[in-house]
């Protein structure tokens, strides 16, 4: 059963709109991440978290916020849609408490997101 | 400026061969290097991990050679079957990042039956 879901699955959305994706994980891991996925680029990471209520900048925030309501639950939102964010987009959790499984990563499935 | 460089964006071998994946990166303090595999469709999954302490680590058919002076490592995959066709990450991260990995571009990996 997957611990990291994403949702929606894809969307398509019109430039200047309001998206919101979501993650929620079953993991009960402190740390969870945004990643986009882009041909050439490979992941980079946008923002991410290591407690609820609190959201730290990754490498690439511009034009993305995030929010972190719960332990279980992390949100991206992109305030005003621009074609450029035109990816896939994955969300990760991981323990993040030490030890050698503590770095592992587990990502949901991702999200195609459109922008026309 | 890629901090973790995959040399090729894809790689096609022959089934049963070995199949040779190479990764250089940049930033000296980097000391955890895990390898995600990808298969269409679905999320990033970990492979096999190495820490700069060690210069190998081996996983069934799946290895890991590192290089720290020349800071570089490689995956090698041993008897590759069509089903190790997946796209392959290098990544990348230190002790103080907190749990931040930098990830390459990926190679993608087509095995030929």
């Known amino acids: 059963e997957a611990a990291v879901t994403q949702s929606p699955r894809s969307k398509v959305a019109v430039t200047g709109g309001k998206v919101t994706l979501s993650c929620h994980q079953t993991n009960n891991h402190d740390y969870m991440y945004w990643y986009r996925q882009d041909t050439g680029h490979g992941l980079r990471l946008i923002h991410y978290s290591y407690v609820a209520d609190s959201t730290e900048k990754g490498d690439i925030p511009d034009g993305y916020k995030a929010s972190r309501p719960s332990q279980e639950n992390f949100s991206l939102i992109l305030e005003l849609a621009s074609l450029s964010q035109t990816a896939v987009y994955f969300c990760a959790s991981s323990d993040g408490l030490g030890g050698s499984s503590a770095e592992t990563l587990y990502f949901g499935s991702g999200t195609r997101l459109t922008v026309l | 400026q890629q901090q973790v460089r995959q040399s090729s964006q894809s790689l096609t071998v022959w089934e049963g061969e070995t199949a040779i994946l190479n990764c250089s990166y940049e930033?000296?303090?980097?000391?955890?290097f895990p390898w995600y595999q990808q298969f269409p469709g679905e999320g990033p999954a970990l492979l096999i991990a190495?820490?700069?302490?060690?210069d190998k680590k081996e996983d069934g058919r799946f290895t890991i050679f590192f290089n720290k002076r020349e800071k570089n490592l490689s995956l090698h995959i041993k008897d590759s079957q069509p089903g190790d066709s997946a796209t392959y990450f290098c990544a990348a991260s230190w002790g103080s990042s907190g749990n931040k990995l930098i990830f390459g571009i990926g190679t993608l990996l087509s095995v030929k039956p």
């Open positions: 190495i820490r700069s302490v060690s």
């Open positions: 930033n000296s303090a980097f000391d955890y």
